[in-house]
C-alpha cells in the first residue's frame, strides 16, 4: 500500500482549503492504518471524512473505492475508483483499481481499457499486469494472457503470485509442464506461499499424475486447513486410484462436510403449496460446450414451463452456443464466475429459489459446495457432474438410477436421500451435424482396433495392465488412446513408458492428442472397432458417444457408483451383455466382439437405433420423470411445514 505522503500530493496540488493539508494527511494516515489492520468500517469512516472535507482530493475517492471493491460493493466501487481516476487520469494504480471495479461489474470492454492505460502509463506495475492477464483470461484470451505473465514475472521475477496466476493460466491452456514450472518459481520465489503448492497439485491433477497430485494436495491441506475447495479437488482426484477402498472414500466425504460445517437455521418464506409453480435454480461451471451441458440440456428443453420457473446460473468465464442456447430457455440467467462467495448467496437467497440443483459436486474451477453447506433454498438437490455423495449435510438428494446405485447397498454410502427417477439417469443429446457411423475398421485394415477416448487420469495402472492382456489375447489388435497431452512429445514419451511398464506391446499401441472440434473427435471412432471402459471409475459421455458412432463398449462393474455408470448405460442401450463383473469375462467379451467382424459390421449398423428405442434419447419421457421426482422433494419439504403452520384450533377441530 502506498504511503499517506504520497497519497496526499494530490490534493495539495488541487489547492482545497477547506481542511489544512497537515490535518488532511492525519485523516488519511489514520484510515490507512484501519485498512491495513483490516477495520474497514473506521477505514471507510475516515476516508469518508477525507473526501467531504476536501472533495477535489484524489486519495479520499481513491481509497474509499477501494474499501467498497474489498467488500463487494461493486457500484460504489466503480463511481469512487471512477471520480479518482477522472481527478487524476495519470495515476497508473488508480487507473488499475477502476479496470478491476469495471470488471467486477462485468463491464469487461472498459476494464481492460483502463487495465491497458495502467500498463501503458507505468510499464512497470506488475499487479497491472497481472489484472490484465486475468482480464484476457476471463474473456478466453488465454493466449494474450499468457504474454501479460510473461510481462508480469519479467518485471519483478520474485513476485510469488505472478508466478502462481501465471501457472493456473498455462494450466487453462493445457501446458501442465510449463504450469506446473511456473508454480515451482513461485515456491523459489517465496516458499510460505502455500497456494503455489495447491497450483501445483493441480497442475500435477490435470496433467493426470494422480499419485502425485494427491501428495500434493495433503501438504497443501496441512498448511491450509480451512481451504474446502483443495479439499474437493483431492476428493474428486481420490476417485481415480486403484484399490480404494468405498468405506474410506465415503467416510473422506463426510469429513469434508463436516470442514465446511452444518447448515445455519433458515426460516424460509417460500409458500409451502404442494402443487404450485415452482422456482427451479440450476448452478453449474459447464452451461457450456460441456459433457454435463450434453445431459442436462434436453431435461431443461422438455421440462414443463407451466409447472417451472427455470433459474439457470453458469460459473464459468466460457460462454459459447450451447450457452446461447441454454440461456434461451431461462426465466433468468446469471454468470457468477469469479464472484465471492458472500456475493453469490446473496444473490440466490433474493431469487429464493425453491429447488437448487448441483451439477459439479467436488468437480469445476471452483466448487460452491461450502454455500449448499449454508442452505440456499429449502430443498437441495445433487445431479450429473459428480459421481459420489457430496458429504454435505445440507445437500438434501442425489439424482441417480437403481443400476448406478442399488437400493440398499449403496444408500449406506451417501449422505444425501438417493432417488432413482428414471431407468437410467441420463439422457444424452448427441451433438447435432454428428458424423455418420463408418463400417468398422477391421473390414478394410486387417486387424481389430480397441479404443479409448476415456480421461487419461481414469487409465490407472490396473486397467492399463488388463488391456495388455486383451492385446495378447487378439496377437495382431491394435489400441488407440486419446486424451488431453498426447498431443506433446514429452507427455507421450512419459506415457509410452507407463505403457511398457504395464505390460503392453508400445509398438501395438497408438497415442492421440486432443481434437478441437467435437465432430473431428466422433470421426475418430472410425478408426475404432470396440471400445474399452476404464475402472473403477468409467466413462460417461465417452460410453454414450462410442455408442452413438456404432462402436460396442466393454465395461467392467464394481460395487461404487463410478463403477456401475457403465451398468446403467449398457442397459439403456440394449445391451447389457457387454458389462462384465470381472477382468477373464472383459477379456472374453472384448476378444468374442474382435473375433467376429460380420457380428461388428451388424453392431455397428444398428447401434443407433438401440439407443433411439431406450431412456436415452427418449427425452420428453425422461424430462417428465425428472420433473416429477422434483415435484416430489417439494412436496416431501411442503408437508411438515404445512403441519407446522396449522393453528392448534384447526388440529382439535379435525380431531373432532
Known amino acids: 500500500m502506498e504511503t499517506a505522503k504520497v497519497w496526499t500530493q494530490k490534493s495539495e496540488k488541487a489547492g482545497n482549503h477547506r481542511l489544512s493539508p497537515a490535518k488532511l494527511q492525519l485523516l488519511l494516515q489514520n484510515g490507512i492504518a484501519h485498512h491495513r489492520a483490516g477495520r474497514l468500517a473506521e ?6 471524512q477525507a473526501r ?11 481509497l474509499s473505492g477501494l474499501i467498497a471493491y474489498q467488500l463487494g460493493r461493486v457500484a460504489d466501487a466503480v463511481e469512487w475508483l471512477g471520480h479518482a481516476h477522472r481527478l487524476d487520469p495519470r495515476h497508473a494504480v488508480g487507473e488499475m483499481r477502476f479496470g478491476l471495479a469495471l470488471l467486477a461489474a462485468k463491464r469487461t470492454d472498459e476494464a481492460e481499457k483502463h487495465l491497458r492505460n495502467a500498463v501503458k502509463v507505468k510499464p512497470g506495475l506488475h499487479e497491472g499486469w497481472d489484472h490484465l492477464a486475468y482480464c484476457l483470461k476471463l474473456q478466453n484470451r488465454l493466449d494474450e494472457a499468457v504474454g501479460c505473465h510473461a510481462r508480469v514475472v519479467a518485471v519483478k521475477p520474485d513476485y510469488a503470485v505472478g508466478w502462481y496466476n501465471y501457472g493456473l493460466t498455462l494450466s487453462l491452456a493445457g501446458r501442465f509442464v510449463d504450469a506446473l514450472d511456473c ?70 466425504h463426510v469429513a469434508y462436510g463436516r470442514a465446511v460445517g452444518a447448515a445455519p437455521t433458515v426460516e424460509f418464506a417460500n409458500e409451502p403449496e404442494p ?89 469445476g474451477m471452483t466448487s460452491r459446495l461450502p454455500l449448499f453447506a449454508r442452505r440456499l433454498a429449502p430443498v437441495q438437490i445433487t445431479y450429473l457432474g459428480y459421481p ?28 444425501e436421500k438417493l432417488l432413482r427417477f428414471a431407468p437410467t439417469a441420463w439422457a444424452y443429446e448427441p451433438p447435432p451435424n454428428s458424423p455418420e457411423v463408418e463400417p468398422p475398421p477391421c473390414t478394410r485394415c486387417g486387424h481389430v482396433t480397441f479404443g479409448s477416448f476415456n480421461t487419461l487420469g481414469k487409465i490407472t495402472d490396473r486397467v492399463l495392465a488388463l488391456w495388455g492382456r486383451v492385446l495378447q489375447a487378439v496377437p495382431n489388435a491394435r489400441l488407440v488412446v486419446k486424451g488431453r497431452g498426447l498431443e506433446t512429445p514429452g507427455v507421450v514419451a512419459r506415457y509410452q513408458e507407463r505403457l511398457a511398464r504395464c505390460g503392453l506391446p508400445v509398438d501395438r499401441v497408438d497415442l492421440v492428442g486432443r481434437t478441437a472440434e467435437t465432430n473431428a473427435h466422433l470421426a475418430l471412432y472410425g478408426r475404432v472397432d470396440v471400445a474399452l471402459d476404464t475402472f ?14 456404432g462402436v460396442p463398449v466393454v465395461s467392467l462393474f464394481g460395487a461404487h457408483h463410478m463403477s456401475r455408470v457403465g451398468v446403467s448405460l449398457l442397459n ?81 377441530e379435525r380431531c373432532h
Open 572 to 652: 439403456a442401450a440394449g445391451h447389457p451383455e457387454w458389462a462384465v463383473a470381472d477382468e477373464a469375462a472383459y477379456v472374453r467379451i472384448a476378444t468374442e466382439l474382435a473375433g467376429d467382424p460380420e457380428r461388428l459390421v451388424g453392431v455397428r449398423a444398428a447401434l443407433r437405433n438401440d439407443l433411439r428405442r431406450g431412456p436415452l434419447l427418449d427425452h420428453a419421457v425422461q424430462s417428465a420423470r425428472f420433473g416429477e421426482c422434483l415435484r416430489d422433494c417439494w412436496r416431501n419439504w411442503c408437508a411438515p411445514v404445512r403441519v407446522a403452520l396449522v393453528p392448534a384450533t384447526a388440529e382439535v
Open 388 to 415: 459420489d455423495t457430496t458429504g454435505v449435510p445440507a445437500m438434501d438428494y442425489r439424482l441417480t438410477d437403481a443400476l448406478a446405485d442399488p437400493p440398499g447397498e449403496a444408500d449406506a454410502f451417501a449422505t
Open 43 to 48: 477505514a471507510e469512516l475516515s476516508y469518508r
Open 183 to 252: 508454480h515451482d518459481r513461485a515456491l523459489a520465489a517465496d516458499p510460505n506461499y502455500h497456494f503455489a503448492r495447491f497450483g501445483r497439485a493441480q497442475a500435477l491433477h490435470q496433467a493426470e499424475r494422480i499419485p502425485e497430485a494427491l501428495d500434493e494436495y495433503a501438504r497443501f491441506i496441512q498448511l491450509v486447513p480451512n481451504q474446502p475447495e483443495a479439499r474437493s479437488y483431492r476428493l474428486f482426484a481420490l476417485h481415480h486410484v486403484d484399490g480404494i477402498e468405498r468405506e474410506a472414500l465415503f467416510a473422506e
Open 275 to 363: 402443487e404450485r409453480k415452482l422456482r427451479l435454480a440450476i448452478l453449474s461451471p459447464d452451461f457450456r460446450s460441456h459433457s454435463c451441458a450434453y445431459f442436462i440440456a434436453p431435461l431443461l428443453r422438455h421440462l414443463d414451463r407451466g409447472q417451472f420457473d427455470l433459474y439457470l446460473y453458469h460459473d464459468h468465464f466460457l460462454e459459447d452456443a450451447m450457452t446461447a442456447r441454454l440461456r434461451k430457455m431461462a426465466t433468468v440467467w446469471r454468470n457468477f464466475v469469479s464472484q465471492p462467495g458472500p456475493a453469490v448467496e446473496k444473490v440466490i437467497r433474493d431469487d429464493a429459489p425453491d429447488i437448487l440443483i448441483d451439477l459439479s459436486g467436488h468437480v
Open 536 to 549: 473403477p471409475y468409467h466413462g460417461t459421455t465417452t460410453t454414450c458417444e462410442a455408442l452413438w458412432m
Open 52 to 62: 467531504a472535507a476536501a472533495p477535489k482530493n484524489f486519495d479520499g475517492w481513491q
